[in-house]
């Protein structure tokens, strides 16, 4: 089917039962991914009836893509294409550096998912690694190791000048305490000069 006659959204409580009756067909779970409703698009016919939907997760910088499903795998192909301008959209809105998948479709593939090396794996977020089993798949979006070395430096940069601006604000408010200080003696010992003034001219009582 072509993608023209398709239309992707993301899902809302009225799909919900659609959407059960899809993953239990996957051999998935509806009790645990009901609760992660929010987390799910879905490709629509014409007429409007779900056809497929895949979660996508996101954690920080990383985004995960999960629970594929189909009514009709005959769309399948179709709908990734979509499925997959909806991600990039959603990456680029989200500033996603890495995505992260085990869905195991040649099409991801075609895409650029490849198994992550031993170098990458360890970036994978804690969370995924307790709920997910391995077999995994990742797409670098952003480099994100040049991304966090510009903002180390921009950050390091940032540091040292407020690091100056603390400084200058502190040498100027001890110039600040000096001058107070310096007018505190003076208006002190004029006023003690003052006093002794007076005293030394008071007129004798009569």
């Known amino acids: 089917m072509s ?4 239309r992707v959204r993301r899902a809302t409580v009225d799909d919900l039962e659609t959407l059960k009756s899809l993953w239990a067909s996957m051999r998935l779970s509806p009790e645990e ?16 009836e779900v056809l497929g939907a895949i979660g996508i997760l996101v954690s920080k910088q990383h985004a995960l893509l999960h629970s594929e499903g189909y009514s009709d795998f ?10 997959w301008e909806r991600i990039q959209t959603l990456a680029a809105n989200h500033g996603i550096f890495r995505i992260w998948t085990q869905e195991r479709s040649p099409f991801w593939k075609s895409f650029g998912f490849v198994p992550p090396n031993q170098e990458i794996l360890p970036r994978l977020p ?35 000048s407020e690091k100056l601006e603390t400084e200058r604000v502190s040498e100027k408010a001890r110039t600040i305490n000096l001058i107070i200080t310096i007018l505190g003696f003076t208006i002190g010992f004029a006023s003690i000069g003052f006093a002794i003034y007076l005293f030394m001219h008071r007129k004798p009582l009569s």
């Open 3 to 6: 993608p023209s006659v398709l």
């Open 33 to 48: 991914l009901e609760s992660r409703l929010t987390e799910f698009q879905v490709v629509e016919n014409s007429e409007g």
């Open 74 to 83: 005959g769309v399948a192909d179709a709908a990734r294409q979509l499925f």
């Open 126 to 160: 804690e969370e995924w690694k307790n709920d997910f089993d391995g077999g995994w798949l990742t797409l670098q979006l952003k480099n994100e190791d040049v991304i966090n070395a510009a903002f180390e430096k921009h950050f390091a940069g940032f540091r040292e």
